[in-house]
């Protein structure tokens, strides 16, 4: 299956270019997710709700087909689920 180790590659082997972009983008996500939820605290700003509401569903979007490929990846499946990174993973849906 070459898709799946594709995948793979995307999510865990840190020596492909590949790695570090997609981890950047979850990165860039991450930070994009916290400033939306700051931001929308702020009450001179609530005519951006709209924005905010899309930025948190695109951001929970790729961080569950995150989890999810790594998950699909893994040959542990629940050894990755109920690891430390896998609850991380969870806790950010």
């Known amino acids: 299956m070459k898709f799946k180790s594709t995948i793979y590659d995307f999510l865990y082997n840190y020596k492909k270019r ?4 997609v981890n950047d983008i979850l990165a860039f996500f991450t930070l994009l ?3 939306g939820v700051i931001l929308e605290t702020v009450e001179s700003l609530t005519h951006y709700h709209t924005t905010f509401v899309v930025i948190e569903i695109v951001s929970v979007s790729i961080f569950a087909l995150e989890y999810l ?3 699909w990846v893994v ?3 629940l050894k990755y689920i109920f ?4 609850l ?3 806790l950010a849906i």
């Open 18 to 21: 590949s790695f570090v972009v």
């Open 75 to 77: 040959d542990k499946k």
């Open 83 to 86: 690891s430390l990174y896998g």
């Open 88 to 90: 991380i993973d969870f």
């Open 69 to 71: 490929g790594r998950i």
């Open 33 to 35: 997710s916290v400033l």
